[in-house]
Structure formats: C-alpha cells, structure tokens
C-alpha cells in the first residue's frame, strides 16, 4: 500500500475514519471543564496521605498511633494491624510490618485538612528494624542472598519463578557448533519513570446505592483497580463501582500505586464513613509507582561468514524490584528477543528477580525498548566482527513473508518492512550521510543511525484479548458508545467514535463516547499493548453493525421495502434504486425507539485463537504484526559528551490509519520518550534509595529538546484489526533509543553497551579510547569490571569493555562501525 | 486573612493562610481546578496561570503577595461559549492528549503572544521550555501557537 498522506489519503475509501477529526474530549481539555480524580471535592469529604518507609528493607517492630489520632482534625489512623489481609496482587501490600521496598506503606491517615494529615502522620510512632537488603541482581542471585520473599512458592530464592518465558526454535546449541562465528555480548538498561503529568490520586466514597464504595479515579485499568479494592476491603467486585475521571497519562504505569492509592483511601473511607481524596505527591509517585525495568540482557549468537545467523540465544534478566505483577511482560520480551530476523535457531531464556528496590511495571513498550536496544546494537556488532555493513546484514537476515519468527510462528501476512527501509533510507538520505559521517575528526561530529524492528500487535496468547462494547440509539437520533477500555489521552475516545462513525456511516458529531463505570459493562480487560484500537474497537464494531441491522429493519418497513433494499449512507437511509427516497437517520431513530424496536447492543469480542504453547515457548504468539523503522540524527560534542538529536525519522506500518493526527501525535511523543530512555532518564538508584524524586533532578524532555522528527505513514492490507488497523502507541517510542545510540556510534565509533548514556558516561568512554589509543600496545588484553551487577547505578554509565563483549576474534578490543 | 483578587475578570474575595499558595488558593478556596500540580516545585508548567501580563506557576506563587491582583486561569480564556483563539487552534492541531499540561501551555502562550504577537517558531520553543508534556511531544503544541501567531487561528466557538 502507499504511504499515507501521499496523494492517496483516501485510497481506502473510507467516510468517517482514514482522516482527521477533532478529539472528542479536546474541547473540555482546553477549557478545563475536564475533571481529573484531585479536582473532586465532595461533601464531608477528607483527606487520606500514607506513611512510607525510609529504609529499601525493614521490619517495623512497634508502632503506636494513640498520640497521632489526638491531634484535632485527624479522623483516623489505620496501621497494617487493622487489615483484614495485608497482601493482594502481584504481592504488593495495602499497608505491611514487613516492608520490601522504599514505596511500602506502614500507615495511613484520614484528615480534615492538609495540615492536620500532615501533623497526624509525623505523630505515628514507629520504630524499625532494619534488614539486609539486596539491590542488583548479581546480589540477589549469589548464594546465601537475604531473600527478598522469603516462604513464597512463586520464587526460587530471589528469582520469580512465575516471571521464567522461553522462545525456542531449532537447537541452538548445536548450531553453535556448527557456525563459522560466535559472539557474545552483554548489554544493560537502567530504569525509567513514567512521568505522567498526572499523580496517582483517588477520591473513595461509602456508596450504598452502588454497593459499598463508589471510588472515582483514572486508571489504566479499572477492574484491576476494583479488584484491589474490593480484596482491601474484602467485599465482592459486585459491590465497588469504580467511576473513570480524566487520565493525566499514564503509559501503562496507572496501575499498582494507582490500585493501592484507591484502596487505602477506600479503607479509610469506611473507617470515617466518608469520602477520602489521596493524591501522590510527585516524590510519592516517583519512589512508589512502577518503572521500566531495567534489564541485563546477555546474547550469545552464532553466525557464518557469509553474514547468514545460524543461531541466537539470549538469557535476559530483569530487576523487578520488590513487587511484580506484569508475568507476561517476560512473555512478549522472549517473542521479540531476536529482533524481526529470521533465524533458524533459537533459544531465549527470560526471568526477573526482586530485590529491595523500586518495583518494575509496564512502560510504553511492555519490555520493547530494552530489547531492541540490546539486539540492534547486537546486530551491528556481529556485523562490525564480520566486517559487514550492518544494513546490508539486517536486510540479509530480515524475517520476510513465509518465514517464522523466534517462537517458529510463520509469518502469514504482508510485512512491508523492505518498503518502510527504502523510502525512510531515500528521505533521509541514509547511507550517503552515514558514509560521509565515519571519518570525522572535528570536535563536533555528526552521526546517522537506524534500528528495526516489529511488534505483535495486542495481547496475542499473552491472555484473552477479549472486550465489551455497547452502541445504543436514542429516539432524537443521537448514539453513544460504552466501552471497557480507557481514553488515557491517546485518543481512544476519538478512535472508537470514527470507527462506530464508519459502521453505521453517521457523522461522529452525533456520537457520544461516556468513560468506564466499572458498574455498567464487564470487565474488558486492561488499557494496553496497543490494543484497543486493533482489538478492543472490535467489540463496538460488532454492536455497530448489529444495531445497523435494527435500523435498517425500521427504515425499510418504513419504505415498505426489504431491509437488503435499504442502506444507511452518511447520515441518510436510502432506498436502492429509488434516488428521491431518503429518510434522515434521526427520523428513522424516532420510529425505532417508538415502535419498541432494540436500541442497544452489547457484543462481545474475542479474536481468533491462537495455539502458543508457553512450556515449549513455540506457536502462534500473536495475531499479527506491525513493522517500523527509525532513523536518527545526532550531532555528539567530543569535548563535552553532548549530544543533540537533530532529526528522528520514523516509518510506521499502521495498517490502516484510523485518524493522522492522532498516530502523529502519539509518534512525536514516543520519540522526546524514547530519545530521554537513550541520553537522559536513568533513574539513580542508590542502596535502593532513589535519589531523582521530582522533576528538579529527574530531567524529561522539554521543548527545547526537541529535533525534527519526521513521519511516514505505511498501510498496509491485513484484516486482523479494526478496518485493518494495527498498532501504534508503542511502535512510536520502542525503536528510538535503538537508534539514536546507533547515530552516536556512527558519529564516534564508539559502542555502546549501556544506557541512557549521559553527557559524563559518554565522555568516559572517549576519554578511555583516547587513552587506549595512546597506549594500546600496552593496553592489549586489558579487562575492566563489567558493569553487569554493578552495586550502584549511575545514571548513564556506559561500557566498552572487552570482558561484556567477548568473542572468538582477538581482534575485538573496541567496537567500531563496519 | 482576607485575598482579594480580580479572578477572570471578577473581583473574588476569600480567606486564605499566610502559608497558601496561589495554586492551593485557587483549586482549594476558589474551586478553580484548571491549574494543576504536577510537581509542586515550580518544575512542570502543569499550574500555570497569568498573574497581572506574566505566566507564573502559581504553586511557586503565595497566595498573600497578590492581594489586588488580576488573575487569569485557564477557565477564563473562553468568552461564553466562543473559545479563545489559542483554544481552537489547540483542537485544530490535537495539541492536546491526555490534558493535564494543557491549560498550563494554553496560559503560557497567551501571555507570549500578548508579549510578542508574531514569534518564531525558536521563540516560541523558549517560552513553553517551562512546560512540561510527557504525552505530545511539544510538535502539534508548537504548530497550534505558531498557527496562531500567524493568524490562522480561526476562532470560532464550537
């Protein structure tokens, strides 16, 4: 198909989607009428903070909290000794004596004002015992390690036992020994923070009418959020009723620390009968909510000399802190692990470990950038060790239609990949720059890189990608949509509203899109892996089209025709055939409504099986797949370490492209993400304290950071999405990384093997090579400690060193362009 | 003690704590919510309002050091139901995702262009360094101000 936008913005001929419209909730954004969870204020309300622990690992051995509920205007004071149960999910705690990480609460306080919830909390009497406490994964994997679970079945020591996924293809190893080459690597990423704009807050209810407790938040997945408080109060789901305000953000992080925050505002909204608002603070949501994980992630690959991959493993490790929920994180990372090469044999083993640091979550790529990260850069350095040039080795190697994937999936549909490299190479005039880019020896130095990549689109055999959607007609002709899934800012209000739009061809002015009330339609699972408008649509489709069905019925016994002679076309039934014969939908609404017709439907969707065995780590892992390339400019100080992204070009495969504006809109800032995931967002953490706690010191991306960026929309055809949509909020940000530090490779020769690289990490290593070249007789054979399990985390470190990039050829002493 | 201000326009009088700041006094006191906090440290732009012709962060501001002032929040910018200039171009550009920071980058370019009617694209970049957005990307931010600043901004109510 042709690239979207290029002369062709309507070849595929649809009304309502395939174009622009206005974001539906963008006009109560301007104007602020746009209610967020912290806006609400409610009658008697009060306010709710929590205690957190100062310590990574303690043990609370007496707490009194007489003095604290004396003091005028604190209503309660409830402590882990009030709890019915401490634990819910994914182990986290609602309050706990036992406390794993610095985000663990020990306490809580309802007020009536800030100042007296502030005096109350102080007021706790609280005294610890500090314990061992480990913080890397090398601590956590030696032998006699402090256990971070001890007596949980779901571990094996430190290592999460649930959190173990594997892709296997052929015998790896006995390719090996069959391959002219093997190299090994090691690459590492530190932990990222979601930086929604939004904190988490929640304002919880005593609500008899709904059940027990209305609860009024903005999560990412409502029914998670029910479940945490419904288990916190130990009632069934029936009786809480969660009511979705406005999200501020999230990108797959409004989901443990949001579930807590609603929950034990819900407990001390029960203990004072009232309703209790707890918002985070930003430093509160900085040490307590989740983060992309970091990730160790060790290859070894076996390739023969005409550049062909014979055979990949990988074992990625990643630290998840002291709590995790996300198991099918791991599930998705060992799909991916291999990058979209095909490669006859496979074996990729994936774990997580806790340790007494900040937990690991879903963030905008569900273990994506990390990967591509690692196996981009793998890749140039097989090809640099073959004497290759990369591209040339990535398209050899690239997974084409017929071919199977890392899990031995065959790749059934169109992968438009080789077009997307073309025209992105052609538009930024790749491979002359990068050429013109590899001898530079000015201060400042330009550098063009690239990475590559593909994305199953949805959940895939992860769990049932399955949603409700409900579409029902009122008599004055106007349609509103519920669906289970959230409008987190990325536009699906707006998405679904087109799609419905284009079912039933109505204007999608006419359309009304309400939030999730968790107490008017099933649970549709969570808002994430780019799904909803590839799966989630589907559901509210199907409504569509049944209730099309309806009305198409009333119009024709309103023509006194057949309902097969009617159709409903942009807002108008008409009957075939007959030019003058029109009626206006609202009119055949009126009639429906008042004839006693069905003016609602709730359908279920549910897509095709897929057959994944998880033990084997073998099948059909997802539906379909989407494909992107980015390519990136960078300009890198010599003398200083900086370095600044000029332009990021990005080439989408969107199927179909539901509204530009918006996949723009999510491209542009996935790109400022994932540029801060390459140079500037390391969370330091140290002995599992974390040091950036606001946005003084935690730097994000601001205007002025911003490059060019440029973007190509591809369509393609396949049928497994919504009108042939695929996915877009995480393609946006996962290759970025990828490709800026290959840019910076291509501007330095420098490789880089941890990131983000910061201005001094980067330095380092341009002073280490200086050095090393001024004595590399002396200097050959030379090892330096492995960052690898390192006991801090600098923010940015970067290593070149021979020991994390051990090889057959003796030659490989520093990596260096092809 | 007692703040008066002139709040969009209209003369407001409230009691507020030595210690509150503007931002506090105007969700708290005033039931204006369209100022944020994101951070609470003058970092984020999420709190944004026009003190007097300037764009201040208003949880940086205390409220007691503007007894008199005119103060304009984002609730302010729409006359009845006509949008402001700024506004519509917003929507005409999806300048807007998940909306936190909108009305923040929303007050931060009224006062720019009040200043300085015809920016650079550079210049306008400078004046929203302050303001932060996780969601946009700054790009279509950027395109509905300069839209603006070139006239194209239609403004037309909805």
Request: charged share 20%; aromatic share 8%.
């Amino acid at each position: 198909m042709p690239l979207y936008g290029d002369g062709n913005k309507d070849s595929k001929g649809y009304t309502y989607i395939n174009k622009f419209f206005p974001r539906v909730d963008a006009k109560d954004k301007v104007t602020g009428r746009a209610k967020y969870a912290a806006d609400l204020t409610l009658p008697n309300m009060l306010l709710g903070g929590a205690l957190f622990s100062p310590y990574p690992h303690a043990q609370v051995t007496s707490v009194n909290t007489e003095k604290a509920r004396s003091i005028p205007g604190v209503r309660a004071v409830l402590t882990f000794q009030d709890l019915r149960e401490e634990v819910s999910w994914g182990y986290y705690t609602f309050m706990s004596s036992r406390l794993r990480y610095q985000g663990d609460v020990s306490a809580i306080v309802a007020a009536e004002d800030g100042e007296s919830l502030a005096k109350g909390l102080a007021a706790i009497e609280i005294e610890y015992q500090e314990l061992p406490a480990v913080f890397t994964v090398a601590e956590a994997l030696a032998a006699g390690a402090p256990l971070v679970h001890e007596g949980n079945e779901e571990c094996a020591g430190n290592i999460w036992a649930h959190s173990r996924y594997r892709a296997r293809k052929g015998d790896a190893e006995a390719a090996f020994a069959q391959c002219d080459r093997l190299i090994e690597r090691v690459y590492e990423t530190l932990p990222v923070e979601h930086a929604y704009m939004e904190t988490e807050a929640a304002v919880a209810a005593p609500d008899p009418t709904a059940g027990l407790m209305t609860v009024y938040t903005g999560a990412v997945n409502p029914y998670f959020t029910r479940r945490w408080v419904a288990d916190a109060l130990g009632v069934p789901r029936a009786k809480i009723r969660i009511v979705q305000q406005t999200v501020g953000g999230s990108f797959g992080g409004k989901e443990e620390l949001l579930g807590l925050t609603a929950s034990r505002a819900a407990l001390l909204a029960q203990a004072t009968d009232c309703p209790v608002k707890m918002v985070m603070s930003r430093e509160q949501s900085i040490i307590a909510s989740t983060k992309r994980h970091p990730f160790l992630l060790k290859y070894k690959v076996g390739v023969n000399n005409d550049g062909r991959l014979q055979a990949f493993q990988a074992e990625l490790i990643e630290n998840v802190g002291a709590f995790h929920m996300h198991e099918f994180m791991n599930f998705r990372a060992s799909v991916h692990a291999a990058g979209v090469y095909n490669i006859p044999n496979v074996k990729v083993d994936v774990f997580g470990v806790f340790t007494n640091t900040v937990t690991a979550g879903a963030m905008r790529g569900y273990s994506s950038p990390q990967l591509i990260f690692g196996s981009e850069q793998l890749y140039e350095e097989v090809a640099g060790e073959l004497g290759m040039d990369y591209v040339a080795f990535k398209r050899l190697n690239m997974l084409r239609p017929g071919d199977e994937n890392a899990c031995g999936q065959k790749m059934e549909s169109d992968i438009i990949l080789p077009e997307i490299l073309d025209q992105v190479f052609a538009a930024t005039d790749f491979e002359r720059k990068r050429a013109a880019y590899r001898e530079q020896q000015d201060v400042r130095r330009k550098g063009v890189g690239m990475a590559m990549f593909y994305r199953g689109c949805g959940l895939g055999a992860e769990s049932p990608d399955a949603s409700a959607g409900f579409v029902c007609v009122h008599d004055d002709g106007s349609v509103m949509i519920n669906s289970g899934l959230v409008e987190n800012g990325q536009g699906l209000k707006t998405s679904f509203t087109q799609i419905v739009a284009e079912t039933l061809s109505i204007p999608p002015e006419t359309i009304h899109f309400i939030g999730v009330d968790t107490h008017t339609i099933p649970d549709s699972g969570i808002t994430a892996a780019s799904r909803s408008t590839v799966m989630g649509a589907q559901s509210v489709k199907l409504a569509a089209e049944e209730l099309r069905d309806y009305l198409l019925a009333t119009a024709a016994m309103m023509f006194h025709a057949e309902p097969s002679q009617v159709e409903l076309r942009e807002g108008m039934f008409r009957l075939t055939g007959v030019p003058d014969a029109v009626i206006p939908f609202q009119t055949v609404c009126n009639v429906h409504h008042w004839t006693g017709q069905q003016a609602g439907v709730m359908r279920w969707f549910k897509p095709a099986p897929l057959s994944y065995d998880m033990a084997a780590g073998q099948g059909k892992a997802f539906p379909t797949y989407s494909y992107g390339c980015v390519v990136a400019e960078v300009e890198v100080d010599t003398l200083t370490g900086e370095v600044t992204v000029e332009r990021v070009t990005c080439g989408h495969d969107l199927g179909t492209v539901i509204n530009h504006k918006i996949v723009e809109g999510q491209i542009y800032g996935g790109v400022l993400m994932g540029q801060g995931f390459a140079l500037m967002e390391g969370l330091a953490v140290k002995d599992g304290l974390i040091r950036h706690k606001n946005f003084d010191t935690y730097m994000i991306a601001t205007a002025l950071d911003l490059p060019e960026i440029r973007v190509m929309l591809f369509e393609s055809d396949d049928d497994a999405g919504t009108y042939g949509a695929k996915s877009i909020g995480e393609p946006a940000t996962e290759g970025v990384a990828a490709a800026i530090i290959s840019a910076v490779k291509n501007a330095t020769g420098l490789t880089i093997r941890q990131i983000p690289i910061n201005k001094v990490s980067l330095l380092t290593l341009l002073n280490r090579r200086s050095q090393a070249a001024a004595t590399e007789d002396s200097l050959a054979g030379a090892t330096e400690d492995s960052p690898a399990g390192a006991k801090e985390n600098p923010q940015g470190a970067a290593t070149e060193n021979p020991k994390a990039g051990a090889t057959e050829n003796p030659k490989d002493k520093e990596g260096g362009e092809a | 003690m007692i703040l008066r201000l002139l709040l969009n326009g209209k003369p407001v009088t409230t009691t507020i704590r030595p210690e509150q700041t503007l931002l506090s006094v105007l969700r708290e006191n005033l039931g204006y919510t369209g100022a944020k906090e994101g951070c609470g440290v003058g970092e984020c732009g999420a709190c944004t309002v026009i003190l007097g012709q300037r764009a201040v962060k208003s949880c940086t501001v205390l409220a007691a050091q503007c007894e008199g002032a005119s103060v304009r929040t984002v609730e302010g910018l729409a006359q009845d139901d006509r949008l402001h200039p700024l506004q519509q171009a917003f929507i005409d550009h999806n300048a807007v995702q998940c909306g936190f920071c909108t009305g923040g980058f929303l007050l931060t370019a009224v006062a720019l262009l009040e200043r300085d009617p015809h920016p650079s694209r550079r210049e306008i970049q400078e004046a929203i360094s302050g303001n932060l957005c996780r969601c946009t990307g700054y790009v279509q931010i950027i395109d509905a101000i300069a839209a603006c600043a070139a006239g194209e901004g239609s403004g037309e109510g909805q």
